[in-house]
C-alpha cells in the first residue's frame, strides 16, 4: 500500500492475526478496558477473513515486525447518501511512538476513503485522552463536541431484542 523509510503499510492478511490480536490486547490494557475485553483471536479470523468479514486491517511493519495496526469498516451516512470509513482502533507500540507512524497510518486509511468514494472518514477517542485528541485535532480532525456515543451490550441488548428494555430512573432535565 505504501512505504516510508522505516514503515510499510499493506493490508492485513491471516497470518497476521496473532500480531494484531496482541496488539488489541495491549490496546486494551492502555485504555484500562482490558476487563471488557472477551475477544478471542480465532473471532478477529472470522471477524477479518470468515465468509462474512465484518472489518478490514491495515498494519504497518518497521523492518518486517508488525508495530502498528488499523481495525476498520464501512458505515453509511443518510445525510451525504454514501458510505464512509470507520476506524475501530489505530495502534501503535509503545516502543515505537513519536516516529509519525500514527499519522502514516491515518493517511494510508484517509486515502482509502477517497478510493473508495467515502463520503467521511471517522473515529472515536477516550475524552480523557488528551495526547490522542490532540493529535487527532493536528491532523485536521473535528473532535465533535455534540455527539455521544449510545450503546447496548451484554443483558441490556437481550433484553431490548426481547422488548423489555432494562429501564433507567433518569433525573429530570432542567
Not at 484500562?32 to 473471532?43: C, D, R
Not at 454514501?82 to 499519522?103: A, F, H, I, P, T
Not at 475524552?127 to 485535532?137: P, S
Not at 451490550?153 to 431484542?161: E, P
Amino acid at each position: 500500500m505504501s512505504t516510508s523509510s522505516s514503515l510499510a503499510i499493506r493490508p492485513a492478511t491471516a497470518s497476521d492475526v496473532a500480531a494484531i490480536f496482541g496488539m488489541i490486547h495491549e490496546l486494551a490494557v492502555f485504555e484500562k478496558l482490558e476487563h471488557m475485553m472477551i475477544a478471542k483471536e480465532s473471532m478477529l479470523h472470522d471477524s477479518l477473513f470468515g465468509p462474512h468479514p465484518a472489518c478490514e486491517a491495515l498494519v504497518g511493519e518497521e523492518n518486517g515486525e508488525m508495530v502498528t495496526f488499523a481495525l476498520f469498516f464501512h458505515n453509511f451516512s443518510t445525510f451525504l447518501c454514501r458510505k464512509g470509513l470507520y476506524l475501530e482502533d489505530l495502534y501503535v507500540k509503545q516502543s515505537v511512538r513519536g516516529k509519525g507512524y500514527g499519522k502514516q497510518m491515518l493517511v494510508a486509511l484517509a486515502q482509502l476513503a477517497v478510493e473508495r468514494d467515502c463520503g467521511r472518514f471517522e473515529w472515536s477517542v477516550l475524552d480523557w485522552n488528551e495526547n490522542a485528541i490532540n493529535f487527532y485535532k493536528g491532523m485536521g480532525a473535528d473532535v465533535m463536541p455534540d455527539w455521544r456515543i449510545c450503546r447496548v451490550a451484554g443483558d441490556a441488548l437481550t433484553q431490548l431484542s426481547a422488548g423489555t428494555p432494562k429501564t433507567i430512573a433518569l433525573e429530570p432535565s432542567e
